[in-house]
């Protein structure tokens, strides 16, 4: 029988980025949005990233919770203690709190009001969503470099 690691770990792989993706992207779609048709319906990539946002995010953690099992099992117990899976958890913990307590009302604020480009308090929560995305964006990345490079931290 085949071994299933490679499996497990695209798929844990794959839920974990699916699990932060709205939070990620959804400021710059809407900003698209909005300048493309300022009081116009979502579009589709739009509602997309939404509805995994408020209704995806329980079934892809429980997702990633369980594949991230899987792997511990597959790999033993000793990865647990190695320092880059440490800080990578550590920074997906991060991103993850940011990301669905931070972020997640700030789109809903700035997407349930209506688009205002003119109006600064409107452009700053906006800005500042942009903002929050880029340091989620350097956070993902910081994860992939400790998960693929696997340093000796300490």
């Not at 029988?1 to 939070?23: Q, R």
């Not at 400021?27 to 009081?39: D, E, G, I, S």
């Not at 429980?62 to 203690?81: H, S, Y």
Request: some cysteine; charged content about 10%; proline content about 8%.
């Amino acid at each position: 029988m085949p071994s299933l690691f490679p499996v497990v770990l695209v798929t844990h792989i794959g839920l974990a980025l699916v699990l932060i993706m709205p939070s990620l992207l959804l400021p710059f779609a809407l900003r698209a949005q909005r300048r493309a048709a300022p009081n116009a319906e979502p579009g589709r990539i739009v509602r997309g990233l939404l509805w995994l946002e408020t209704h995806g995010t329980g079934i892809i953690g429980v997702g990633v919770a369980a594949t991230g099992i899987l792997l511990i099992v597959f790999i033993g117990p000793a990865i647990v203690g190695q320092p880059w899976l440490i800080a990578a958890l550590g920074i997906y913990t991060v991103t993850l709190v940011v990301a669905f307590f931070v972020q997640r009302p700030a789109v809903a604020t700035v997407f349930g009001a209506p688009a205002r480009p003119h109006d600064p308090t409107w452009r700053e929560r906006a800005k500042r969503l942009r903002y929050m995305s880029y340091c989620l964006a350097a956070m993902v990345g910081a994860i992939a470099f400790l998960m693929t490079q696997k340093p000796t931290l300490w």
